[in-house]
């Protein structure tokens, strides 16, 4: 029901594409609490006793106990997930939701960011997930409106072509030109780069100096990358050494923020007005169904 709702948005709404997309936050579903909030969003799961919600840039479980009212219907003048126009990045909603569709990801937990002292990537926040055991999504800049969005394989599997090309067509979902789609695929998958627009694509083999032993494919603006480049005093808050976070096999060994961490996190104070602003987590129970992973579970 809800790739359909979402679906019949997105056709819906395409004929308003070329007139310019809206990158403003609109939400098809909400819930009204006794307290008299009323929290916007994309119900995931309904339960007997528990209603899930993606909002802009979180996922809160919300008791039925708590609940005045539930508006779900099917609007057919609201698209929930962007739609990416030329030269843009996917934001992070439109990948959680892709994430959560897929039937091969059971897990997506948020991980400590680590430190990059080179590269393009040097001293640029974001955030990083692990998604199932050995692969991990970054997010550079606002999760909103990315500067750069990059896939990772470590252990034994980064040396595996089949899935190389699926974290790739992955990626190349959300492109919007041939010029874009020629770059990603006229790469070698073993290493190297191309430009197309403002978007420059990567394939960086384990070797490379800022591989951390993991394979990558990598979406970058590098305009936008320079120009939320933080001092190393204020990105050194907000990192952690790779030794402290994932061990020589790619396995993660510290699973979440301290509490320390999270009152560093003042570039989202800058970048939202807010702390704390992306999901915690989430997994695929024996039903098929994603739960939110608590906090306290970390």
Same mark, same amino acid.
């Given at each position: 029901?809800?790739?359909?709702?979402?679906? #019949?948005?997105?056709?819906?709404?395409?004929p308003f594409a070329a007139k310019g997309a809206d990158d403003s936050f609109h939400a098809p579903d909400s819930i009204v609490l006794k307290d008299g909030r009323t929290i916007?969003?994309?119900?995931?799961?309904?339960?007997?006793? &528990? $209603?899930?919600?993606?909002?802009?840039?979180?996922?809160?479980?919300?008791?039925?106990?708590?609940?005045?009212?539930?508006? *779900?219907?099917? *609007?057919?003048?609201?698209?929930?997930? +962007?739609?990416?126009?030329?030269?843009?990045?996917?934001?992070?909603?439109?990948? #959680?939701?892709?994430?959560?569709?897929?039937?091969? $990801?059971?897990?997506?937990?948020?991980?400590?960011?680590?430190?990059i002292s080179i590269g393009d990537l040097r001293n640029v926040p974001y955030k990083s997930f692990r998604v199932n055991h050995d692969i991990e999504l970054n997010i550079y800049?606002?999760?909103?409106?990315?500067?750069?969005?990059?896939?990772?394989?470590?252990? &034994?599997?980064?040396?595996?072509?089949?899935?190389?090309?699926?974290?790739?067509?992955?990626?190349?979902?959300?492109?919007?030109?041939?010029?874009?789609?020629?770059?990603?695929?006229?790469? /070698?998958?073993?290493?190297?780069?191309?430009?197309?627009?403002?978007?420059?694509?990567?394939?960086?083999?384990?070797?490379?100096? *800022?591989?951390?032993?993991?394979?990558?494919?990598?979406?970058? /603006?590098?305009?936008?990358?320079?120009?939320?480049?933080?001092? +190393?005093?204020?990105?050194?808050?907000?990192?952690?050494?790779? *030794?402290?976070?994932?061990?020589? &096999?790619?396995?993660?060994?510290?699973?979440?923020?301290?509490?320390?961490?999270?009152?560093?996190?003042?570039?989202?104070? #800058?970048?939202?007005?807010?702390? /704390?602003?992306?999901?915690?987590?989430?997994?695929?129970?024996?039903?098929?169904?994603?739960?939110?992973?608590?906090?306290?579970?970390?």
């Amino acid at each position: 029901m809800m790739k359909l709702r979402i679906l #019949a948005a997105f056709v819906l709404a395409l004929p308003f594409a070329a007139k310019g997309a809206d990158d403003s936050f609109h939400a098809p579903d909400s819930i009204v609490l006794k307290d008299g909030r009323t929290i916007r969003g994309l119900i995931v799961k309904n339960s007997v006793d &528990s $209603v899930l919600i993606q909002e802009e840039f979180s996922e809160n479980t919300y008791p039925k106990s708590e609940i005045v009212r539930i508006r *779900d219907e099917a *609007d057919i003048g609201v698209l929930f997930t +962007d739609i990416t126009r030329r030269g843009d990045l996917p934001s992070w909603r439109v990948m #959680a939701n892709d994430l959560r569709m897929h039937d091969e $990801v059971k897990s997506l937990v948020e991980i400590p960011a680590t430190t990059i002292s080179i590269g393009d990537l040097r001293n640029v926040p974001y955030k990083s997930f692990r998604v199932n055991h050995d692969i991990e999504l970054n997010i550079y800049g606002d999760p909103n409106d990315p500067s750069g969005v990059e896939l990772g394989i470590y252990g &034994s599997r980064k040396s595996n072509t089949k899935l190389q090309k699926v974290l790739r067509a992955y990626l190349a979902g959300f492109l919007t030109s041939r010029e874009e789609l020629k770059a990603l695929y006229g790469i /070698n998958l073993k290493g190297g780069k191309a430009v197309a627009g403002d978007i420059t694509f990567k394939n960086s083999p384990p070797t490379e100096p *800022d591989a951390f032993g993991a394979w990558w494919v990598s979406l970058l /603006n590098l305009k936008d990358l320079n120009a939320i480049r933080l001092s +190393d005093a204020k990105y050194a808050k907000l990192t952690r050494p790779a *030794d402290e976070v994932i061990d020589r &096999s790619g396995r993660v060994i510290a699973k979440g923020w301290t509490k320390n961490d999270l009152q560093e996190m003042e570039h989202h104070k #800058a970048l939202h007005g807010k702390e /704390n602003v992306l999901i915690r987590g989430f997994y695929r129970n024996a039903n098929g169904d994603f739960q939110l992973l608590e906090k306290k579970s970390l």
